[in-house]
T-cell receptor, first 111, second 115 residues
Framework: LAKTTQPISMDSYEGQEVNITCSHN???????ITWYQQFPSQGPRFIIQ???TKVTNEVASLFIPADRKSSTLSLPRVSLSDTAVYYC????????????FGSGTQLTVLP | AAGVIQSPRHLIKEKRETATLKCYPI?????VYWYQQGPGQDPQFLIS???????DKGSIPDRFSAQQFSDYHSELNMSSLELGDSALYFC??????????????FGSGTRLTVV
């Protein structure tokens, strides 16, 4: 399972765009990159998943360079309610799979 | 939309007692995962089941066991509880194949407190 490295914490202000970068140097060919958001005492919530290039959905964008050794989660115009821990996970979509959580990034959005 | 249901939400047990946590996955999800999250820690993978068979095993103590039933719900059985077992226990489920637009869906968790 690929190990991931993220910043421990980040601060931002309301209305700003936030980019959280994750390093996964030993990502395997069949691995996807998935980001989760977790609020205190709640289960992690799926944000976005990608394999290469760029993926965008209603809440975020995910940028993956050609070598796939890193990825960047982009949250546009954050609000106070986006304060949470964000996890980057790397794993395959095979039938015997698991998610291994590394140390996430505590994002704090300030007014 | 249906979500992953976990019960109970809260559980208080004494040391050396046993506890059973239940997880009901999203309909048509065939894989269930169990995670343990201690205070201030990241979720740690315990065990997973695919089509009622154990598929992966993580850092699950020998005092814990789990199974997935014919209706795909899963139960985590914990015996000889220790104070260090106090944590949030999450269950997640996923469909047979992740299509790139979906991830695992987590339940709201069971908070176990061992006193």
């Amino acid at each position: 399972l690929a190990k991931t490295t993220q910043p421990i914490s980040m601060d931002s202000y309301e209305g700003q765009e936030v980019n959280i970068t994750c390093s996964h140097n030993n990502i395997a060919t069949n691995d996807y990159i998935t980001w989760y958001q977790q609020f205190p005492s709640q289960g992690p919530r799926f944000i976005i998943q990608g394999y290469k290039t760029k993926v965008t959905n209603e809440v975020a964008s995910l940028f993956i360079p050609a070598d796939r050794k890193s990825s960047t989660l982009s949250l546009p115009r954050v609000s106070l309610s986006d304060t949470a821990v964000y996890y980057c996970l790397v794993g395959s979509s095979g039938s015997a799979r698991q998610l291994t959580f590394g140390s996430g990034t505590q994002l704090t959005v300030l007014p | 939309a249906a979500g992953v249901i976990q019960s109970p939400r809260h559980l208080i047990k004494e040391k050396r007692e046993t506890a059973t946590l239940k997880c009901y996955p999203i309909p048509r999800h065939d894989t269930v995962y169990w995670y343990q999250q201690g205070p201030g820690q990241d979720p740690q993978f315990l065990i997973s089941f695919y089509e009622k068979m154990q598929s992966d095993k993580g850092s699950i103590p020998d005092r814990f066991s789990a199974q997935q039933f014919s209706d795909y719900h899963s139960e985590l059985n914990m015996s000889s509880l220790e104070l260090g077992d106090s944590a949030l226990y999450f269950c997640a489920s996923s469909p047979p194949t992740l299509q790139g637009k979906e991830g695992y869906t987590f339940g709201s968790g069971t908070r176990l407190t061992v006193v």
